[in-house]
């Protein structure tokens, strides 16, 4: 954007920037801005994101709840037997009674109701894609309109500016050729500005309705892209419906055709039984009077119904099986609507939520104006800075420099020591090994002294041990000879 005098914001000078603020305060305020912008790129990745996963919540088919609807409504390859289970009911066989129960006309109401509620969807489909495009079509036409009225915009930029450079040069050509008193100049000069200034402020808020009507154009290109999105999304689920449609249409009429050959079937095997009835008690009386000519057929017949019951009881079971099987698909039906309905106040709720985060989005995108605004001054600061960190940079490599030039006349020096040191190393290595030689020695002289002393040892507790034997000795004859005197001088006494 071009700014003039009038700019609103105003340009700040380097003087006064030199002037008010040091370095260590505009790192700071950079840093709080680099905060903020971070704040608000996270702000958009978010919203971003929930975009996202709104965009991918209504791609999502609608009828991805085929897969749990029960399966004999999608045609899936079963057996006659079962397709009549599944819409008939079940047609009980007795020996004594022959009946029929149909049960599959609830079936048929369901898949009546089911293709009523499609059919009812599909006019809600049919609805909305008519109101889009009505949307579609404002949204064209004040797309037409606005691009109208930037091209009137700009012819008239065009013609103020050809004013202003027709205002100007004839400004130069009446000062030089017709030099008139100053008043007169002065005036002209006066309306003059005055008429640059207009034509200047013009241009200025021509320009800025420009930028607004582009940003604006920037908005309707993006609902109407997005309301493209959303006719297409419907044609797709529109297409799917009638696909799915009328295959169900199709299936039903297929099967209800082969229930009723079925039926016809089963009436014309059971019309002849009255007359068999009859047949066989004129055979049941034959027999009675041939009952004894017939024993030998009558044991192959026994053995034949135990094989007919045994089939009997097999069939019982897996007509209680397909029953039960029957009963968990309708619990199944039940749980899936059920489901269906929680779905449905799902996605009014995510529909609520999307209104909310559009207007969040708005606001969002009016910051982001302001910050941009903000963010393209603090770059002139910021290219400030920049030279000013590479004059500090210049001066860090000079001290680099200088110190790599003291730390090498360091290196030399303690490269010096470090030989001396290690000389006087190799001189305390050989004193080491010199006084280990000296203590090797010093500990087998002490070993052989000691060697030595322990024999002496040996020695003296041997002789101790003699002289105790010799003392005991000593005194067991000290005694007796005590004893001896002792009644010597008693027998002396008794005399006298």
Known sequence: MPQSEYWPLAKVKPEDVQGCGESSILQKQLGAMEGEVKEIQMELAAIKRDRLDLHNTKRQPIYELRDNVPEFYWGKSLSS?????????????????????????????????????????????????????????RAKNAADEERF????????????????????????????????????????????????????????????????KTEQLQDYRLKYLQAQQQVEELKRQLDLYEFDNKQVSDQIQIEIQKMKMQFQEKLQELAPLPDLLKGSQMQLQEAKQMQRLAEDSTQQLSSELNRVKEKLVIAVNNFNQEKAEKYKILEENTAMRLSIEEKQKEI?????????????????????????SMYDEKLTECAKLQKEIEEMKEENNRSLTRSKERSESMRRYMQTQISELER??????????????????????????????????????????ALQSQVTSLKNSYTVILSEEDDVSELNRITT
Do not use: W
């Open 149 to 212: 009225k930037r091209q009137k915009y700009e012819s008239k930029l065009k013609d103020l500016e050809l004013k202003l450079n027709n205002i100007c040069t004839t400004a130069l050509v009446t000062t030089k050729k017709e030099r008139e008193p100053r008043k007169v100049t002065d005036e002209e000069i006066s309306c003059l500005k005055t008429q640059i200034r207009d034509a200047k402020d013009e241009i200025e808020e021509m320009r800025i309705t420009l930028s607004e």
């Open 424 to 465: 006087q190393l190799v001189q305390s290595r050989a004193q080491t090994r010199a006084s280990q030689k000296e203590r090797d020695e010093i500990r087998q002289r002490m070993q052989v002294q000691i060697n030595n002393l322990h024999e002496s040892f040996e020695l003296v507790e041997i002789r101790l041990r």
């Open 348 to 372: 009014c709720d995510l529909t609520r939520q999307v209104d909310e985060l559009k207007c969040n989005v708005l606001r969002l995108e009016e910051k982001l104006l302001q910050e941009e």
């Open 81 to 137: 037997g079962e397709l009549v289970q599944q819409y008939c009911g079940k047609i009980f066989m007795k020996s004594d009674m022959n009946f029929i129960t149909f049960k599959g006309s609830e079936h048929v109401i369901e898949d009546t109701l089911y293709m009523n509620k499609v059919q009812d969807n599909d006019f809600m489909k049919y609805t909305e894609m008519s109101k889009l495009r009505e949307d579609l079509i």
